[in-house]
């Protein structure tokens, strides 16, 4: 009898089989690996059958073959690779609930969830987030996967729901997460703070703990966020606080910025918050510190350019002419500055440096070179937004010009005018303060000094009836106002903030006593004078028509302008 053929056992069909697979994702991971996807892909059949072969036996290997499956497409793109990706995602998600590892359940989680934040589902993406959340617990989410998926969402302006899912993980993120970890995570919420909620100072505070660690662990990048981070915070509360006329808040931010940009060494900020500082302690009568400021300042921009130079001068002459008694060198100072922007063509800032400059001259009664300097203001403000109907430069610049017409009046006795040249100068005060209120409309409310200068101008000219209406638009707008604005620096303040009050009016009030002694007694409108009119605003409301308050508005005319020439 012959030989009988040999016929291969089930059990050699296994193992050719099992070669055959192991051929297969061998040749699948090699091509993965050096990011051939496409090439990958063209085993996606074999790779599924792998997949399916492995779900029941080693959930883990089929977690990972899906994911790849759903990489892959994902990175290849292509007609319907979104859907192809999502549905291989999707199979590893489940895969991943049947005991995988907690670092496959999160990445395959994770990895769908950044899918659908891509197709526009964030709401399903953080459903994802919150299933898993829920199964394994907030403990043990893989703290690299959380942090990808929340850069996702904000890269997408998912700002909100980004700062949803890092506060809830505050806890264990400070109590679980080591500290390559926690920096991240502490630079992202900071970020995402003022991203979503504009929360500057909570922001803060994790940029402050953020900078510690990042020294710890010696990481250059995160130091320089947390130190970028905390230098824009505090530049935007101390602006807040600037543009609020919270001057005293504004302070402790600045100051707290200029301790970082000196840890930055970066110069030239810090010659910008120097120049911050000076202006608000100025703005607060605290000369001495604001002077020191501005000086610092010029120390370091003295080789910088002109215009950091310009910028320095101008702010040292606002100091000098605050303070009083030093108005010949707020002039020289002023000049400075001028020369500087005219170099620079800096038209905005040469208009508001001569205008103050004019202010400068004024209050030494040199009124030819006030108005020379006012005219040139006006002159740049307009022809640098010549078809501007509201121009709010030259508005400021026709504003003081009215009160420099005004000032001249009632306290020039250096020479004798006749009754027409009074009235002419008068008629130009009238007619600069009307231009004021031109281009200050649109909107904006009218300055409630504007107002005061307009009733005194009409009083001069005889319009009685108008200056009383002025007048009376004034006091409604200071009495309305409230407490929460010192009338001499004109600083806000918080309301439950302590503030000196007037004990006559009851409606003046002032941040220090320093200044209210101040606004006592200084210029014709101290407070002196004006605060019999606030006592009866406040008292009557406005709606006392009577002839007694004719007759107080008309003393009070008669108090202020009482030392005009004859």
């Not at 192991?22 to 074999?46: C, H, K």
């Not at 290849?76 to 907690?102: C, F, N, P, R, W």
Request: charged share 25%; net charge neutral.
């Amino acid at each position: 009898m012959g030989k009988k053929s040999k016929r291969p056992t089930n059990r050699n069909n296994q193992k050719t089989a099992a070669l055959s697979l192991v051929s297969v994702q061998e040749t699948f991971d090699r091509l993965f690996q050096s990011r051939d996807y496409e090439g990958a892909l063209q085993l996606e059949s074999q790779m599924i059958g792998i997949a399916n072969t492995y779900a029941s036996t080693h959930p883990s290997q089929a977690c990972i073959v899906s994911y790849r499956l759903g990489f892959a497409h994902r990175e290849a793109g292509g007609a319907g690779g979104t859907e192809q990706a999502i549905m291989h995602y999707a199979k590893a998600v489940e895969l991943s609930k049947k005991g995988t590892k907690d670092s496959h359940r999160c990445t395959s989680v994770y990895g769908l969830a950044r899918l659908y934040a891509q197709s526009g589902k964030p709401e399903k993406a953080m459903e994802l987030h919150q299933s898993l959340c829920a199964d394994i617990g907030k403990e043990r989410i893989d703290p690299n996967a959380l942090l990808m998926f929340n850069q996702l969402l904000r890269e997408h302006n998912e700002n909100s729901r980004s700062l949803e899912i890092l506060e809830a993980h505050v806890d264990v993120i400070e109590s679980s997460w080591d500290k390559t970890m926690q920096g991240p995570a502490y630079a992202m919420l900071a970020s995402v703070l003022t991203a979503a909620k504009q929360d500057w100072t909570k922001s803060t505070l994790y940029f402050e703990r953020l900078l510690p660690i990042a020294r710890e662990i010696k990481d250059p990048g995160l130091e320089s966020t947390a130190l970028n981070g905390l230098s824009e915070n505090f530049n935007t509360m101390g602006e807040l606080g600037r543009a609020n006329k919270d001057w005293t808040k504004a302070n402790v931010y600045f100051e707290r910025l200029l301790s970082i940009t000196r840890e930055m060494k970066n110069r030239k900020s810090e010659s910008a918050v120097l120049n911050r500082l000076g202006s608000t302690y100025g703005q607060l009568g605290q000369f001495g510190i604001a002077m020191d400021y501005v000086e610092q300042e010029l120390a370091i921009v003295s080789k910088m350019g002109d215009i950091l130079q310009a910028r320095a001068y101008r702010t040292l002459g606002d100091v000098l002419l605050a303070k009083g008694g030093h108005e010949k060198e707020a002039i020289e100072v002023y000049q400075k500055a001028c020369g500087f922007l005219e170099t620079t063509k800096d038209l905005s800032g040469l208009s508001v440096t001569n205008r103050r400059l004019s202010e400068a001259y004024r209050a030494i009664g040199s009124w030819d070179e006030a108005f020379a300097a006012l005219q040139k203001s006006i002159s740049i403000a307009e022809s640098s937004s010549p078809e501007e109907r509201v121009n709010p430069l030259a508005g400021l610049a026709y504003q003081v010009l009215g009160q420099t017409y005004l000032e001249q009046y009632c306290t020039d006795e250096s020479q004798d005018r006749t009754p027409q040249q009074n009235d002419e100068l008068m008629r130009n005060a009238l007619s600069s303060s009307e231009k004021a209120v031109e281009h200050s409309s649109g909107g904006v409310p009218v300055d409630p000094g504007l107002l005061l200068d307009l009733a005194q101008e009409h009083y001069v000219l005889g319009d009685v009836e108008c200056a009383h209406d002025k007048l009376s638009q004034y006091l409604d707008k200071i009495v309305k106002r409230g407490p929460s604005n010192c009338q001499t620096c004109d600083q806000t303040c918080a309301k439950d903030a302590f503030m000196e009050k007037c004990s006559v009016c009851k409606v003046a009030r002032y941040c220090c006593e320093a200044h209210q002694l101040q606004s006592w007694q200084k210029g014709r409108l101290c407070h002196k004078v004006m605060c019999p009119l606030l006592q009866h605003w406040r008292k009557t409301k406005g709606t006392d028509n009577s002839e007694s308050r004719d007759e107080l508005f008309s003393d009070f005319f008669q108090k202020v302008l009482a030392s005009n020439p004859k």
